[in-house]
C-alpha cells in the first residue's frame, strides 16, 4: 500500500519550455502532497505543501509564479515549471501523506529535469 | 542550519549481522520521527516511525530507539540482508508545521 506514482521520471528540454510533473497517490486518499526539490550531495529541500482545493504553500525562497501547483484532487497534484531555465535542472519529488504531521509521507520516484 | 544530523555517511555489515544508523536532532520541537530507505533511482521508501511519547517502536527486522533528552535516535536493522543495502534517511517534523527535515543519510552496504 500507499503508492505514489509520479510522471515523468525524465525530462529533458529546451530553454523557455514550461514543463508538467504529475504525482499521483494510487491506493489511497492524500490529505496533502509536498514538492521537493534535490541538489547533489544535498538533502531533499521542501519546496511547497499543497492540500486539495485550497492554494499551495511555498517555502520562504520558491518563486509561486516559477514553480505552478495545482492540487486538483485527492489524488493528484501537479508540479509545473514554467519557461524553463538551465538553472532549474534539478531532481524533483513528490510525496503524499494521509492525515497530519504524525502520519509519513510516502514519496514518488522523481523526475531529473535536465534544461538545455 | 541542519536540524538532523547522520553522521558516519557510510556503513558496511556482514549479512546476518545488526546494522546500527544513528540519528541526532537539534530541534525540541519535533515530535515525530521517521526512518526512510532510498535505493538508487527510487524515491525514499517508508520504513518505520515512533512518536515522541515511546521510545521504542518495532516492526520486523526493525526497531526504532529514542531518547529525547540526548535528542538522539537509532535505527536497529537484525539479521541484516543484502537487499538492506541502501541509502537510509532520518527525518522529522513538528507539530507547528507540515516540514519533513531530513539528515543526508547513511549508506548501507551488507556483505554477503
Known amino acids: 500500500g500507499a503508492v505514489v506514482s509520479q510522471h515523468p521520471s525524465r525530462v529533458i528540454c529546451k530553454s523557455g519550455t514550461s514543463v508538467k510533473i504529475e504525482c499521483r497517490s494510487l491506493d489511497f486518499q492524500a490529505t496533502t502532497m509536498f514538492w521537493y526539490r534535490q541538489f547533489p550531495k544535498q538533502s531533499l529541500m521542501l519546496m511547497a505543501t499543497?492540500?486539495?482545493?485550497?492554494?499551495?504553500?511555498?517555502e520562504q525562497g520558491v518563486e509561486k509564479d516559477k514553480f505552478l501547483i495545482n492540487h486538483a484532487s485527492l489524488t493528484l497534484s501537479t508540479l509545473t515549471v514554467t519557461s524553463a531555465h538551465p538553472e532549474d535542472s534539478s531532481f524533483y519529488i513528490c510525496s503524499a501523506r494521509v492525515g497530519s504531521h504524525n502520519q509519513p509521507q510516502h514519496f514518488g520516484d522523481g523526475t531529473r529535469l535536465s534544461i538545455l | 542550519d541542519q536540524q538532523v544530523k547522520q553522521n558516519s555517511p557510510s556503513l558496511s555489515v556482514q549479512e546476518g549481522r545488526i546494522s546500527i544508523l544513528n540519528c541526532d536532532y537539534t530541534n525540541s520541537m519535533f515530535d515525530y520521527f521517521l526512518w526512510y530507505k532510498k535505493y538508487p533511482a527510487e524515491g525514499p521508501t517508508f520504513l518505520i516511525s515512533i512518536s515522541s511519547i515511546k521510545d521504542k517502536n518495532e516492526d520486523g527486522r526493525f526497531t526504532v530507539f529514542l531518547n529525547k533528552s540526548a535528542k538522539h535516535l537509532s535505527l536497529h536493522i537484525v539479521p541484516s540482508q543484502p537487499g538492506d543495502s541502501a541509502v537510509y534517511f532520518c527525518?522529522?517534523?513538528?507539530?507547528?508545521?507540515?516540514?519533513?527535515?531530513f539528515g543526508k543519510g547513511n549508506q548501507v552496504v551488507v556483505i554477503p
Open positions: 527525518a522529522a517534523s513538528d507539530r507547528g508545521n507540515n516540514r519533513l527535515a
Open positions: 499543497s492540500n486539495e482545493g485550497s492554494k499551495a504553500t511555498y
